[in-house]
């Protein structure tokens, strides 16, 4: 069994799971959705990734390469989360508006796709995924150690 990927695919579906769960109590609506798709409280990937290079951690130690590997990994993934995946967002947020309003406005002919929102998080978000794969990866090696 690989430890280490076990842990970091485990602290990823928690994070799904609690995405799905934080929209189900805040908006009192199930959105199955929320198990698969990006964006939201706490950042999957952020999770993943933690998860990853905190078992490298444990098993390598932090003076290793591949540590160094993982650890840089993770920087990228959640400074993309927070950046550039944001910002996608945000531009989808405003395409969809503006199809909308042409869509309404040449009403025959001109179909809008929706673009995805969900894309990016919040530095929070990110923080929390940080500190969930890092909650994982400390129970699996330390209560569990392979």
């Not at 950042?43 to 840089?72: D, K, M, N, Q, R």
């Amino acid at each position: 069994m690989n430890q280490i990927l076990w842990t970091a695919l485990i602290a990823n579906a928690e994070a799904q799971i609690l995405k799905a769960v934080l929209v189900l109590i805040s908006e009192r609506q199930w959105r199955p959705d929320r198990l698969f798709g990006p964006g939201g409280m706490p950042s999957s990937h952020a999770a993943l990734v933690t998860a990853l290079a905190a078992g490298i951690a444990f098993t390598e130690g932090l003076a290793s390469p591949l540590f160094a590997c993982a650890a840089v990994f993770a920087l990228i993934v959640m400074y993309d989360a927070v950046g550039v995946r944001q910002a996608a967002g945000k531009h989808a947020l405003i395409l969809n508006q503006i199809t909308a309003e042409l869509h309404e406005m040449f009403n025959e002919g001109f179909k809008p796709e929706v673009l995805q929102v969900f894309l990016g998080h919040t530095g929070l978000q990110v923080l929390a995924g940080f500190i969930l794969g890092l909650s994982v990866a400390l129970f699996s090696f330390m209560v569990w150690p392979g």
